[in-house]
């Protein structure tokens, strides 16, 4: 007999101790996946920010507005192309439960500068010309049910219009993104000129129009830092200081006001490895001492305790293995289902081939660590004492 067949008789020798290791084993390296893809992820985010796009908000925080009529001003400053006015819409659809992003814009400059969303021309022109038409990205619309042409209604909170009513979206458009790009498809964007146009009719109004944030594109041949520095420069005396920003570094701060992510799923990740560990040596350790008379056979037959050694070690890597090709393999095929149930929080949630190896890798490892131990005391054995002893 082989020692690869010896390996594969010895690992199912207990079937149902030898599933619950994989499948335990399994289990953990899906959620290390996972952990680590939510990590990877927001990376990607930060890693794929364009470079010649910037924002431009309130130094006091993204929840103080700015005057809309900045625009016309940072428009003039030296390497500005195009400045966009994006202004959050809070609402309600259906009931509270239903949320997500709503931002009210300029549809062409959002087409001319964000190259990514992909709309076809039809429905961009239909955005254009319809002031009470929406855009929708595919995963809202996949949620939700949206179709062109459907209409969406809105109750307003800090945009409620004049008579109380809800405001009535039309669809024109489904955006989709482009493969290699990292945007969320869970957006609805509106007209900023019509949500203006009620908020100014509403007796509440005060005071001009107001934006949340400004997405600015340079001009190429000019330095991101260089326009930054000169608009922040020409509002430090007010009326509202502003504080401009690389996308990259605004996907940042979104990701900072999380918290530490990174750091507890750190020790999230941590945890599950001890425990994986401490379970595959255990199992190991419960089969060595169960296998004790026949390894002194087999070094009295004359197999070096080296190889004798290693039987344990192949046997520990092969359930682990095993466990962890089901674990990384399975939180592959459960992108979509893991993006749908954590859109609130990722909306763009990916599992790369590297995350996938490195579940591998690491389940064979911990068979590796698992068995060490059990695998030296098979080692030491003295194969007259192991048969006398029985």
């Not at 794929?48 to 130094?59: C, L, P």
């Not at 195009?82 to 309600?92: A, I, K, P």
């Not at 005060?206 to 330095?223: A, I, M, N």
């Not at 990740?269 to 199992?283: D, T």
Request: glycine share 10%; with cysteine; proline share 5%.
């Amino acid at each position: 007999m082989s020692l690869a067949r010896l390996v594969l008789r010895n690992a199912w020798r207990h079937p149902v101790r030898s599933a619950l290791l994989v499948v335990f084993t399994a289990l953990s390296v899906f959620l290390g996946c996972f952990l680590r893809s939510v990590v990877t992820t927001l990376d990607a985010a930060v890693r794929q920010a364009a470079t010649n796009r910037i924002t431009v908000q309130s130094a006091v925080s993204i929840f103080s507005d700015l005057p809309a009529s900045y625009r016309e001003t940072i428009e003039q400053l030296p390497g500005v192309e195009s400045v966009n006015r994006w202004t959050w819409f809070g609402g309600t659809y259906r009931d509270g439960k239903n949320f997500f992003p709503r931002m009210a814009v300029d549809f062409p400059l959002l087409f001319a500068q964000y190259p990514e969303i992909l709309v076809p021309e039809d429905q961009q022109r239909a955005l254009i010309a319809d002031r009470k038409g929406c855009l929708v990205g595919r995963g809202l619309a996949e949620q939700y049910g949206f179709e062109v042409g459907d209409s969406i209604p809105l109750m307003g909170t800090n945009y409620p219009k004049p008579d109380g009513s809800a405001w009535d979206f039309t669809v024109r458009g489904i955006y989709d993104v482009a493969p290699d790009a990292v945007f969320n498809a869970k957006v609805m964007f509106l007209s900023w000129e019509l949500v203006d146009e009620v908020r100014r009719a509403s007796p509440d109004a005060g005071g001009g129009s107001r934006v949340t944030l400004f997405w600015v594109k340079v001009k190429d041949g000019y330095d991101p830092a260089a326009v930054m520095a000169t608009i922040d420069a020409r509002y430090a005396a007010g009326p509202t200081r502003t504080l401009s920003q690389t996308e990259a570094a605004f996907r940042a701060s979104r990701i900072a006001a999380l918290g530490n992510v990174t750091g507890l799923l750190g020790w999230i990740g941590a945890a599950v490895l001890f425990a994986v560990v401490l379970s595959a040596g255990n199992a190991m350790a419960m089969a060595a001492a169960e296998r004790g008379r026949e390894s002194g056979i087999l070094m009295a037959l004359g197999f070096p305790a080296r190889r004798v050694a290693s039987l344990v070690v192949f046997e520990s890597m092969l359930l682990t293995g095993i466990g962890g090709v089901l674990g990384a393999g399975g939180a592959r095929l459960a992108v979509a289902t893991l993006r749908r149930l954590f859109s609130e929080v990722l909306p763009v949630f990916m599992v790369q081939p590297e995350t996938v190896a490195a579940g591998v890798g690491g389940a064979l490892a911990v068979g590796v660590v698992a068995a060490l131990l059990p695998a030296i005391r098979q080692s030491a054995l003295r194969p007259l004492q192991v048969l006398r002893s029985e």
